[in-house]
């Protein structure tokens, strides 16, 4: 159980357009769904929580114009990076949980390249 | 809010030996402490979790222990093998944990030499 499947795994794409990765729960319910950025040998860092309904709350120094999120349903939230630029490229990972647990369940990642 | 700090950033040991990585975190309302392994391109993969009613826990040749006073917790890997050469992070919840959401540590880059 607690399945979290993240799309696309990979995604090329070039500067100024926007690119959109889903991330769904599988076999839950999922109440708050999570996205992280990750740079190369760094840490995951949290950009926003994403609730069902309602609008995402991002971290200081998220551009919310920029990460737009969307969380239409409680088993999907979608980030798009628009107007993509070079140093967008990184890796994106979701993960998803529930009012009543305090685990993580990670999607797969997406790895974001901007030409 | 949560402020997570882990040490080292990189080790290095023999295979055979043992390898302890250190976290702090500064929310004293916190109540669950994940590791997470991870290989490159993937997803973080949870190894082994501790809540703060207990002060240690063990997983055949991986184990956990909390010091709550002190805020800090530790994972402890004996018997190291070349397959547990990844990057590893610990994290803990805001005091307003909302249902999975973590602050995480800086990572260590674990290398266990044949």
């Known amino acids: 159980g607690a399945v979290v499947s993240q799309h696309p795994s990979r995604v090329i794409c070039k500067s100024g357009t926007s690119v959109k990765i889903e991330c769904r729960s599988l076999?839950?319910?999922?109440?708050?769904m999570f996205w992280y950025r990750q740079f190369p040998k760094k840490s995951l860092m949290l950009m926003a929580t994403?609730?069902?309904?309602?609008?995402?709350?991002?971290e200081q120094g998220v551009e919310k114009d920029k990460f737009l999120i969307n969380h239409a349903s409680l088993t999907l939230s979608t980030l798009t990076v628009t107007s993509a630029h070079p140093e967008d490229s990184s890796f994106y990972i979701c993960?998803?949980?529930?009012?009543?647990?305090?685990?993580?369940?990670f999607g797969q990642g997406t790895r974001l390249t901007v030409v | 809010g949560e402020n997570v700090e882990q040490h080292p950033s990189t080790l290095s040991v023999q295979e055979g030996d043992s390898a302890v990585i250190k976290c702090t975190y500064s929310d004293s309302a916190s109540n669950y402490f994940p590791w997470y392994k991870q290989e490159l391109g993937k997803r973080p993969q949870l190894i082994i979790d501790?809540?703060?009613?207990?002060g240690e826990k063990k997983d055949q040749r991986i184990a956990v222990t909390l010091n709550k006073t002190a805020k800090h917790f530790s994972l402890h890997i004996t018997e190291t093998q070349p397959e547990d050469s990844a990057v590893y992070f610990c994290?803990?919840?805001?005091?307003?944990?909302?249902?999975?959401?973590?602050?995480f540590g800086q990572g260590t880059e674990l290398s266990v030499k044949p």
């Open positions: 994290a803990a919840p805001p005091f307003y944990n909302q249902g999975g959401k973590l602050i």
């Open positions: 501790i809540r703060s009613n207990v």
């Open positions: 994403s609730n069902e309904g309602s609008k995402a709350t991002y």
């Open positions: 076999d839950f319910q999922a109440t708050t």
């Open positions: 993960s998803a949980g529930t009012a009543a647990n305090t685990e993580a369940f």
